[in-house]
Every structure is written in C-alpha cells, then in structure tokens.
C-alpha cells in the first residue's frame, strides 16, 4: 500500500511539474510573439545611424510663403470651388516649371466639372518609377493649412532639390485635386486617377510617398494620442517627431524611408506597420496606390492625432513648425535618391 501511495504521489507532483513547464514554454511564446510583434510594427532601425549631410537645405520661410499662399490667397480650396482649385493647380505646375521639371496636367470629370492633378517628372525615362504626392483641395471651405497645404508646401520644395539631383531613375511629383470627402475613397480621388493611369500604361512602381499633414509639432507632453491605446507603450506621448506609415507587408519599404530620413537629419522618426482596419493607416492618397498593387508609406505629423485644429478654421498658417518642416522635406528628398539608387 505505501509503494502504490508513494507512486501516485510521484506521478501527481510530475504531472503538476509537467504542467508548470508547459505554462512557463506558454508565457515565452507568448511574450516572443508580442516582442516580435512590437518590432514589427515599430521597425526599429539596427545599428547606430549616423548623420548623412548630401548638401541640400530647405529654406523654410519659401515653405511658410507656400503655405500662406495656398491657405489665404487661394482658398477656398474645396470641391465647391473649382475656379479656385484650378488656381491653386496653376500655382503649383508654375512652382514645378520654375524647379526645371517636365510638367503635365492629369484633367479629369467628376458630376460634369472638370479638375486636375499637376504632375512634374524628374530624371530620365525609366520603366519603373517613384512617385511622391499630396493633395491640393481640403474638407470644406477652411484654410487647410496643415491638411495638406504642408504637403504641397514640401512637394513644391521637393521639386527644387530633385532639379538640382543626379538621378538614375525617372521621379514624379504629383499634386493631387479631390482628397477630401465627397470624393475620399471613391474612384474620383484625383490619388485614384493618378494610380489607375499608372496601371494602364504598365508602369511599375518602386515606391509611392504621400505627405499627409507635415507641418504641426509641439514639444509639450501628451501632446500625442494614437488610434490604440496601447501604442502608447511603444511610442512617445510628445508630438515632436514625423511617422512613417506603412501595411503590413510594407515593413522594408517603410525602413528604408525611415533610415533615410533619420540619417537626414535630428528630427526624430518613427514608423508604423500596422493592418488597414486601425483608424488612420490608409486615411490618404497612398490607399489608392496599395489598391493597384504597388508600394506605398505615408508620411505625416499623424494629422488628428496630434493636431486638434484638423478640419477647423484653425488649421491656419500660423500654426504650423516651418523649422521642422524644412527638415522633413529634405528627409523625404534623402529617402527619394536611396529609393532611385538602390
């Protein structure tokens, strides 16, 4: 009786040492997942990165000048205003022209009026391309200053420092009409058009760069919110870096652009990778660019997220970091030659 005692009692305390081993391997697979996922998401860069000075600056008072010019004098800029963004797309293709680019307009119809993306193409022919965009119109009758007035602003800027480039591929700029609702996520996106044409005329796409919202920082804390609360764990809670977003899939294209961009400068960078379904990664042009089946990032200031004046008559000139600004640009133009080079 006592040896058969004894063996059920060994055999109980190896079944509870078997199921504590078999715990403990399932909290490490556990905590190895979210680890791995959390680098994922968060890319972060290996190595140390150091700064990379190609010798190209942006004056960020031509980037105010920009801004004021298509916020105050242009505006409105929306869909009910079509003289008005036909203004602002004449402003734009002179701005391109004056940077030696080869510029063409991209009409096209929506409910009978006609509206237009302005395209300028750098470098030589090639059959693949990169394509850096912002949109031009806004969400109403407002000034629209950081949505996306800065992205133009910066694709305007961007377009002076390609033509001053030795590129090896073709490169083009695209200022896009028709972002904003009604037409946000239809076909009549002039993002949509751009893509499409892309597609038709059997163009391969290296990579697409959408400035979305790159002009509003602040150094104050909880200054930064984020679509899940639990990013903000992984991420700073002060609005004073760029992000670089991208899909998951996109994680090489959107290290790539992040190193570049971080090598460019003391702005910090950070990146997202994250499923279409979280509240802010596909809210631009660069969505229409991921339906045609091609790479594309975003690159933003995290647009309501950290500015509250997003879609209000406050979103004025006067609140935007040109300083700041300036250094994203010539990030993006640092990310624009490793994507044509490599």
């Given at each position: 009786?006592?040896?058969?005692?004894?063996?059920?009692?060994?055999?109980?305390?190896?079944?509870?040492?078997?199921?504590?081993?078999?715990?403990?391997?399932?909290?490490?697979?556990?905590?190895?997942?979210?680890?791995?996922?959390?680098?994922?998401?968060?890319?972060?860069?290996?190595?140390?990165?150091?700064?990379?000075?190609?010798?190209?600056?942006?004056?960020?008072?031509?980037?105010?000048?920009?801004?004021?010019?298509?916020?105050?004098?242009?505006?409105?800029?929306?869909?009910?205003?079509?003289?008005?963004?036909?203004?602002?797309?004449?402003?734009?293709?002179?701005?391109?022209?004056?940077?030696?680019?080869?510029?063409?307009?991209?009409?096209?119809?929506?409910?009978?009026?006609?509206?237009?993306?302005?395209?300028?193409?750098?470098?030589?022919?090639?059959?693949?391309?990169?394509?850096?965009?912002?949109?031009?119109?806004?969400?109403?009758?407002?000034?629209?200053?950081?949505?996306?007035?800065?992205?133009?602003?910066?694709?305007?800027?961007?377009?002076?420092?390609?033509?001053?480039?030795?590129?090896?591929?073709?490169?083009?700029?695209?200022?896009?009409?028709?972002?904003?609702?009604?037409?946000?996520?239809?076909?009549?996106?002039g993002s949509a058009v751009h893509a499409r044409s892309l597609t038709a005329s059997g163009t391969e796409v290296?990579?697409?760069?959408?400035?979305?919202?790159?002009?509003?920082?602040?150094?104050?804390?909880?200054?930064?919110?984020?679509?899940?609360?639990?990013?903000?764990?992984?991420?700073?809670?002060?609005?004073?870096?760029?992000?670089?977003?991208?899909?998951?899939?996109?994680?090489?294209?959107?290290?790539?652009?992040?190193?570049?961009?971080?090598?460019?400068?003391?702005?910090?960078?950070?990146?997202?990778?994250?499923?279409?379904?979280?509240?802010?990664?596909?809210?631009?042009?660069?969505?229409?660019?991921?339906?045609?089946?091609?790479?594309?990032?975003?690159?933003?200031?995290?647009?309501?997220?950290?500015?509250?004046?997003?879609?209000?008559?406050?979103?004025?000139?006067?609140?935007?970091?040109?300083?700041?600004?300036?250094?994203?640009?010539?990030?993006?133009?640092?990310?624009?030659?490793?994507?044509?080079?490599?």
């Open positions: 009786m006592l040896d058969a005692y004894e063996r059920t009692e060994t055999d109980r305390v190896s079944r509870r040492a078997l199921v504590f081993r078999l715990l403990v391997w399932i909290v490490l697979a556990i905590g190895s997942f979210v680890a791995l996922l959390a680098v994922y998401i968060v890319q972060p860069l290996v190595g140390s990165v150091s700064r990379v000075d190609r010798g190209y600056a942006v004056d960020p008072q031509r980037l105010e000048t920009h801004v004021r010019v298509l916020s105050q004098d242009l505006g409105p800029r929306d869909v009910e205003h079509p003289e008005n963004l036909d203004r602002c797309a004449d402003y734009i293709r002179s701005e391109f022209e004056l940077a030696g680019a080869q510029v063409s307009g991209q009409p096209f119809e929506r409910n009978g009026v006609t509206y237009r993306n302005v395209s300028a193409k750098f470098g030589p022919e090639s059959p693949e391309i990169v394509v850096v965009g912002a949109h031009y119109d806004t969400a109403g009758p407002r000034p629209g200053a950081d949505d996306n007035a800065s992205g133009v602003a910066g694709l305007i800027e961007l377009a002076g420092l390609l033509g001053r480039s030795e590129l090896s591929m073709r490169v083009e700029l695209v200022a896009y009409t028709l972002e904003e609702p009604p037409a946000f996520r239809t076909k009549d996106m290296r990579a697409m760069i959408g400035l979305e919202m790159i002009g509003h920082f602040s150094d104050a804390p909880n200054s930064q919110r984020y679509p899940i609360g639990a990013l903000g764990m992984l991420y700073p809670n002060t609005g004073n870096f760029i992000a670089v977003v991208g899909r998951v899939g996109g994680a090489n294209l959107v290290r790539t652009v992040k190193r570049a961009m971080s090598e460019s400068s003391s702005l910090p960078v950070h990146s997202l990778n994250a499923p279409s379904f979280v509240p802010g990664i596909d809210f631009s042009d660069h969505l229409n660019y991921w339906n045609e089946g091609f790479p594309a990032v975003m690159v933003s200031d995290t647009s309501f997220y950290r500015n509250r004046n997003y879609h209000t008559i406050n979103d004025t000139a006067d609140t935007l970091d040109y300083l700041r600004m300036a250094q994203v640009v010539v990030g993006v133009h640092a990310a624009v030659l490793v994507l044509s080079e490599s």
